[in-house]
């Protein structure tokens, strides 16, 4: 390290002091949930929470529900913004302004009716429910939009000039300089179906179609006055998503600055 | 051959816009209409006009959860803007450890709000939970915290003999124990926003203000300050939203019937959900949805009215 003047020295000090001291009441949550699941019957609290309630049927539907969203996000998003940013056609700016537009109202606004049309196509406790609804993202369709957009058409053009067709060239062109983007909208999905709550929470009743939090939700509701098997559930709930979260923060990190700066 | 090319974009924008018309448009504009009608688990029983309003009006759950909604919001809001961005100041330019505490930061943000929940119930439990704990250890005088009715200002006011009613009471430190958990899980979120925004503003800008013998705090207002409003502009505007759409942390952590102690919890999307899923009342929860919804558009629109003055883009 350059040697530094006092002043910078105090100064980087005091950053570190408030940061640290932060850096605390945002882990201490954590530790005592960890410490609090080992009190008694130490690892042995894990085993009965996962055993007292179907904790890995919860895990099986959640990652089921999880796949298949994220799966029919980037099919549905990536063709949808790939009209938008490319072709031109009558009524494109409508939709594209009526796509944004169900942005601006919050899901709670609507979660009634939701079910109601959910009901009349008799989806209501079905996988259906948990999955179709979400199988397209406008914001992610937003953002593959601005990135299709800063693709040079000459490209396009010459790719034509090859015979190679417009689905094709989505395939074999776009999408393979769109990594960085499809990583964000897949990372993004994952986050928000892993963690949604108040929608399968409606929309599913019988245990079977619980997916984790909602079983989580439940099972403190009926042991709450058993933490230890609490902070177990908790722990091994929370476990899968921090685990990605350290693999990838940089992307993550980056993922959710780049919803917030973009427009 | 030209058919294809002429309906071809529709193609590509089908599956999306199923999806939007059938699970986005639909409801938002069936949320307005029912708002007008009589809709219960019976099925539907005609037009009311405003009758789901009026009963709104004078429904004094409602009315409470108008009130709990907006303590929230005045709490979170600001301490969701003023730590993020000091934190960012702190972490801006080179510093040992950025990424390992922005690491820390970000933690709770990605974690669930249902596990969060349940893990704060715990350290808020009065009889057997940390954080009373560590008050008796330290001499204090436990709290019931989730638990507590008695409005902040009251319980603080009271030894002092004054005795505030009503709304002067402040929020129930029920509610305050929500609103200190939604700060403590968006703060990460909100100072890698202001992060971004630090890092976005030019170093020329900085340099000149150094030439110019601008102190510490003069350089904050003229030139951090002004040049960093679009992000702030976004965080106050995107956490007054988030702020107003809060449910897991109240249904977990107070959980139903109720709405925590005395209903002092009791928030609007909380209370339209029971409504339409406890009760089944469609129509007057479309009421409340369609209240909130209002609420929101407007405040977007004052806030970019009073923003649109003042926010410097370079």
Same mark, same amino acid.
């Given at each position: 390290?350059?040697?530094?003047?006092?002043?910078?020295?105090?100064?980087?000090?005091?950053?570190?002091?408030?940061?640290?001291?932060?850096?605390?009441?945002?882990?201490?949550?954590?530790? @005592?949930?960890?410490?609090?699941?080992?009190?008694?019957?130490?690892?042995?609290?894990?085993?009965?929470?996962?055993?007292?309630?179907?904790?890995?049927?919860?895990?099986?539907?959640?990652? /089921?529900?999880?796949?298949?969203?994220?799966?029919?996000?980037?099919?549905?998003?990536?063709?949808?913004?790939?009209?938008?940013?490319?072709?031109?056609?009558?009524? =494109?700016?409508?939709?594209?302004?009526?796509?944004?537009?169900?942005?601006?109202? !919050?899901?709670?606004?609507?979660?009634?009716?939701?079910?109601?049309?959910?009901?009349?196509?008799? @989806?209501?406790?079905?996988?259906?429910?948990?999955?179709? !609804?979400?199988?397209?993202?406008?914001?992610?369709? /937003?953002?593959?939009?601005?990135?299709?957009?800063?693709?040079?058409?000459?490209?396009?053009?010459?790719?034509?000039?090859?015979?190679?067709?417009?689905?094709?060239?989505?395939?074999?062109?776009?999408?393979?300089?769109?990594?960085?983007?499809?990583?964000?909208?897949?990372?993004?999905?994952?986050?928000?179906?892993?963690?949604?709550?108040?929608?399968?929470?409606?929309?599913?009743?019988?245990? %079977?179609? =619980?997916?984790?939090?909602?079983?989580?939700?439940?099972?403190?509701?009926?042991?709450?006055? %058993?933490?230890?098997?609490?902070?177990?559930?908790?722990?091994?709930?929370?476990?899968?998503?921090?685990?990605? /979260?350290?693999?990838?923060?940089? =992307?993550?990190?980056?993922?959710?600055? =780049?919803?917030?700066?973009?427009? | 051959?030209?058919?294809?090319?002429?309906?071809?974009?529709?193609?590509?924008?089908?599956?999306?816009?199923?999806?939007?018309?059938?699970?986005? &448009?639909?409801?938002?504009?069936?949320?307005?209409?029912?708002?007008?009608?009589?809709?219960?688990?019976?099925?539907?029983?005609?037009?009311?006009?405003?009758?789901?309003?009026?009963?709104?009006?004078?429904?004094?759950?409602?009315?409470?959860? $108008?009130?709990?909604?907006?303590?929230?919001?005045?709490?979170?809001?600001?301490?969701?803007?003023?730590?993020?961005?000091?934190?960012? *100041?702190?972490?801006?330019?080179?510093?040992?450890?950025?990424?390992?505490?922005? &690491?820390?930061?970000?933690?709770?943000?990605?974690?669930?709000?249902?596990?969060?929940?349940?893990?704060?119930?715990?350290?808020?439990?009065? +009889?057997?939970?940390?954080?009373?704990?560590?008050?008796?250890?330290?001499?204090? +005088?436990?709290?019931?915290?989730?638990?507590?009715?008695?409005?902040?200002?009251?319980? *603080?006011?009271?030894?002092?003999?004054?005795?505030?009613?009503?709304?002067?009471?402040?929020?129930?430190?029920?509610?305050?124990?929500? *609103?200190?958990?939604?700060?403590?899980?968006?703060?990460?979120?909100?100072?890698?926003?202001?992060?971004?925004?630090?890092?976005?503003?030019? +170093?020329?800008?900085? +340099?000149?203000?150094?030439?110019?013998?601008?102190?510490?705090?003069?350089?904050?207002?003229?030139? &951090?300050?002004?040049?960093?409003?679009?992000?702030?502009?976004?965080?106050?505007? *995107?956490?007054?939203?988030?702020?107003?759409?809060?449910?897991?942390?109240?249904?977990?952590?107070?959980?139903?019937?109720?709405?925590?102690?005395?209903?002092?919890?009791? $928030?609007?999307?909380?209370?339209?959900?029971?409504?339409?899923?406890?009760?089944?009342?469609?129509?007057?929860?479309?009421?409340?949805? $369609?209240?909130?919804?209002?609420?929101?558009?407007?405040? &977007?629109? $004052?806030?970019?009215?009073?923003?649109?003055?003042?926010?410097?883009?370079?």
């Amino acid at each position: 390290m350059i040697s530094m003047n006092p002043k910078t020295a105090a100064l980087s000090l005091t950053k570190h002091f408030f940061l640290i001291l932060g850096g605390i009441l945002m882990l201490l949550p954590f530790l @005592w949930m960890v410490n609090t699941s080992l009190q008694g019957g130490g690892l042995s609290n894990y085993v009965e929470a996962w055993t007292k309630v179907p904790f890995g049927r919860y895990f099986l539907n959640t990652l /089921f529900v999880t796949l298949l969203t994220v799966a029919g996000v980037l099919i549905t998003a990536s063709l949808a913004a790939y009209s938008f940013a490319t072709m031109k056609y009558r009524g =494109r700016n409508f939709l594209f302004l009526l796509f944004l537009s169900t942005m601006m109202v !919050p899901q709670p606004v609507y979660l009634a009716p939701s079910y109601v049309i959910l009901a009349k196509l008799g @989806w209501i406790n079905t996988y259906m429910a948990l999955i179709i !609804p979400w199988t397209t993202n406008v914001f992610s369709i /937003f953002l593959f939009r601005q990135h299709f957009k800063t693709i040079p058409k000459t490209l396009y053009e010459a790719a034509i000039l090859d015979g190679c067709g417009r689905l094709k060239y989505l395939w074999k062109v776009v999408l393979p300089l769109s990594k960085p983007v499809i990583v964000t909208v897949i990372l993004f999905n994952i986050i928000g179906s892993w963690n949604s709550f108040m929608w399968p929470l409606v929309v599913t009743h019988s245990e %079977n179609l =619980r997916v984790l939090q909602v079983g989580l939700s439940y099972f403190n509701q009926e042991q709450s006055s %058993n933490f230890e098997l609490l902070m177990a559930a908790s722990t091994f709930s929370t476990i899968p998503l921090v685990i990605l /979260f350290l693999f990838v923060q940089k =992307r993550i990190v980056a993922s959710y600055t =780049r919803s917030g700066i973009k427009d | 051959m030209k058919i294809r090319t002429r309906l071809g974009p529709y193609f590509y924008i089908l599956p999306a816009l199923i999806i939007v018309l059938v699970f986005r &448009t639909l409801p938002i504009l069936s949320s307005f209409t029912a708002s007008f009608t009589d809709y219960d688990i019976g099925g539907f029983h005609g037009f009311v006009g405003f009758a789901n309003y009026a009963r709104m009006l004078s429904d004094a759950r409602f009315w409470q959860s $108008v009130l709990n909604t907006v303590f929230f919001v005045l709490g979170v809001v600001p301490a969701g803007l003023l730590i993020p961005l000091f934190l960012a *100041m702190l972490l801006r330019r080179k510093l040992a450890g950025k990424s390992f505490y922005r &690491t820390i930061y970000f933690l709770p943000v990605v974690t669930s709000a249902v596990a969060i929940s349940v893990v704060w119930t715990w350290l808020y439990n009065p +009889e057997a939970g940390p954080i009373n704990q560590i008050i008796t250890a330290l001499g204090g +005088e436990p709290l019931l915290w989730l638990r507590e009715p008695r409005g902040i200002f009251e319980m *603080m006011l009271s030894p002092l003999g004054i005795h505030p009613k009503g709304i002067l009471a402040g929020p129930s430190l029920a509610l305050v124990s929500l *609103m200190l958990v939604s700060i403590w899980k968006s703060t990460g979120y909100n100072t890698v926003l202001f992060l971004a925004g630090l890092e976005n503003i030019d +170093e020329s800008y900085y +340099e000149a203000a150094r030439l110019d013998g601008a102190g510490a705090w003069g350089t904050f207002r003229h030139i &951090t300050w002004p040049l960093l409003s679009p992000t702030t502009y976004y965080v106050l505007i *995107m956490s007054t939203i988030v702020s107003f759409k809060t449910f897991a942390l109240v249904y977990v952590m107070t959980p139903p019937p109720g709405g925590g102690p005395l209903g002092t919890t009791n $928030v609007m999307v909380f209370y339209l959900f029971q409504k339409a899923f406890d009760r089944f009342d469609i129509g007057y929860a479309s009421a409340i949805s $369609v209240f909130l919804f209002l609420i929101l558009l407007s405040l &977007t629109i $004052v806030q970019r009215r009073i923003a649109g003055k003042r926010v410097y883009y370079s």
